[in-house]
């Protein structure tokens, strides 16, 4: 009897070990969920309607229907199974010959035509498309927004002021947060990245999308991230090994069969891209002649600008253009129009606050983060000095910048201090063309000396 009873114990392991090797171990994925929010779903997509609607006034749009087509039917299929709300998802196609991104609130996204141009499959474009769509479900661009509203303006939210009649930019406007397309909505956190690249690593695999030609393509623009064709890294923060930690989540996935990398649509869309004429180079300007008449001298009397947030006297002869909580100084003629509509700042100073992504964040960090930015729209601006000194009473740093200037043919001086507070940076930039900085460096110290805070 024993004998048997031990006969049946080995036949049963025996076949518990067959099933076990039969059976597939269960597949792993790491949960990402949304952040804490202010805002409803349905403010996602108020707020997101509202700021395409003034990036569209800025950006060179493609304006091509295959190719805004194309786009549309990859991000439908790769939203299809994003988690959350399903967002009234929107595709389009920027001129811009740079790899980049980016996607609004309530799923308005736009992908530059550098972008498709580089990758090498369709799985490398769904990587991309994944992590801005990534950012919509995850609701990163209102999170980032409700932080900078609850630390700034409890009393704004415990008085309902948000949510009222009215547009949703225009209450924010009035709380001195910028919303633009440019402003806090883009501005996410390592930790945002990270979820967005582990988000869309799944996304890839449950659309049948090859996962690791997403860590591919990181890995190809990490490379070529010195150089002016990228700006994805200016806009997502690169968390420490990226590559990486696609490629655990990859692993968690486990495997599946049938995993596609390309499709001849991708490469279609990418020969017609190609036979279309060359986008237009960043500070191009506008007018063919190139010939931008020099401003007047600036005026020996001042007037006081006052702001949100400070207070700075500047040339009587100049004029005033505020944007949310920053400020346009510069004498008529100074400020230049690009193609494709932007304009630029030749002659005049630029005076502004940034939210700070981390408030433990120092001052040189913070200030390293505004010099990126300020390199994405002049890609050959380099650093020539920096030291420190002070501004309204503050630690500031000051650095000297040169770079390209709208005016044609010529460099400009970008003299900038910055300085921070427990929840912002505040930043100067002085401009002029180099060969005139030092007649234009008296006006622009007079304008710091009067500078301070409300």
Not at 222 to 251: L, M, Y
């Amino acid at each position: 009897m024993q004998r048997h009873r031990q006969q049946g114990v080995a036949v049963l392991l025996a076949v518990l070990l067959v099933l076990g090797q039969a059976l597939p171990v269960a597949a792993k994925r790491t949960e990402v969920k949304p952040g804490w929010n202010l805002f409803s779903v349905q403010q996602d997509i108020e707020l997101g309607r509202e700021a395409s609607a003034e990036a569209e006034k800025q950006l060179p749009l493609l304006r091509d229907a295959r190719v805004d087509g194309y786009l549309t039917r990859l991000g439908r299929k790769l939203a299809a199974e994003a988690p959350g709300h399903k967002y009234p998802y929107q595709f389009k196609a920027i001129n811009d010959g740079s790899i980049n991104a980016f996607a609004l609130p309530g799923g308005f996204l736009y992908v530059n035509r550098g972008t498709i141009e580089a990758a090498e499959n369709e799985a490398q474009l769904a990587g991309v498309v994944a992590h801005e769509i990534s950012h919509v479900a995850l609701r990163h661009g209102t999170n980032q927004l409700s932080k900078a509203v609850a630390i700034r303006f409890p009393l704004a939210i415990a008085g309902g002021l948000l949510g009222g009649s009215g547009s949703l930019l225009g209450q924010l406007a009035q709380l001195g947060i910028e919303v633009g397309f440019t402003a806090v909505f883009l501005k996410y956190s390592r930790t945002a990245e990270t979820q967005a690249d582990v988000l869309a690593t799944q996304l890839l695999f449950d659309t049948g999308y090859e996962p690791r030609e997403y860590g591919r393509f990181f890995a190809k623009i990490e490379k070529a991230g010195g150089g002016g064709g990228v700006q994805f890294f200016s806009d997502h923060p690169n968390p420490k090994n990226r590559v990486k930690r696609v490629d655990e989540e990859i692993a968690e996935l486990g495997s599946k069969t049938g995993l596609r990398k390309d499709s001849e649509e991708f490469h279609a869309v990418q020969s017609l891209l190609r036979s279309m004429p060359a986008p237009p180079k960043r500070g191009v300007r506008a007018q063919e002649s190139g010939e931008v008449r020099r401003p007047e001298p600036p005026a020996r009397q001042f007037r006081e600008y006052q702001g949100r947030l400070f207070l700075l006297s500047f040339p009587e002869n100049w004029q005033v253009s505020e944007e949310g909580a920053g400020v346009v100084l510069a004498p008529e003629g100074g400020v230049v129009t690009l193609e494709g509509g932007a304009n630029a700042i030749a002659y005049g100073v630029i005076a502004n606050a940034l939210e700070l992504e981390d408030p433990n964040e120092t001052l040189e960090e913070a200030t390293d983060r505004l010099i990126q930015a300020i390199r994405q729209s002049n890609p050959g601006t380099r650093e020539t000095s920096r030291q420190r000194t002070r501004l309204a009473a503050q630690r500031a740093l000051s650095v000297q910048l040169t770079g390209e200037s709208p005016r044609r043919g010529e460099h400009e001086t970008n003299w900038l201090l910055t300085f921070k507070t427990s929840d912002r940076l505040f930043y100067v930039v002085c401009i002029a063309p180099e060969k005139e900085f030092s007649s234009y460096k008296p006006t622009f110290q007079k304008m710091l000396d009067s500078y301070r805070l409300r």
